[in-house]
């Protein structure tokens, strides 16, 4: 058995003894042009990557966050200038431990506005919006547009995309029979 295992260990532990003096050499031959090409920097990769449907890239992303922190912030009278994005973020946290029913009200006035601009869109398509919730107004700008935007990272569309394709595959059984 002994002579069995002996040459794979041995080749195995030449193989891993000889793997950091070979990535080494290979680093330090490349040109540096190359190793740029292999490791962006940071702000290279803040150009590539984008929020939101490819509309944002990180930079801009950060700064909507930090946008958004500066008003709830002013709402709670926290002084935001002069702060870093971490600092503001903490102090706002516990703003929001200390004060619940005013964290609470500032998430309904937030509600609200979100509620009046999809009640804006919806009447300029022609929808009626008496009595209707957020989910009602956007499930019939939905099915205006065709299903167009899914956002299947959305669990209400990815189960409504579920039962698309459940119906369209009871279909094609259907019709194989």
Known sequence: M??????PIVSLAVLFSAAPVWASKSLSALPTGLLMAQHPK?????QDHKHGKGKMTRKDFEAYRLEKLKEIATYFGIQAEGKTAEQLKKEVEAAKLANKDKWEAFKAEHQAKRLEHLRDIAKEHGIQTEGKTSDQLR??????HGGKGKRPHRLEDHDRANQENN????KDKQSQV
């Open 2 to 7: 002994f002579k069995k295992w002996f040459i």
């Open 167 to 170: 119906k369209e595959q009871q």
């Open 42 to 46: 940071e702000s290279d990769m803040d």
């Open 139 to 144: 499930e019939e700008l939905y099915k205006l």
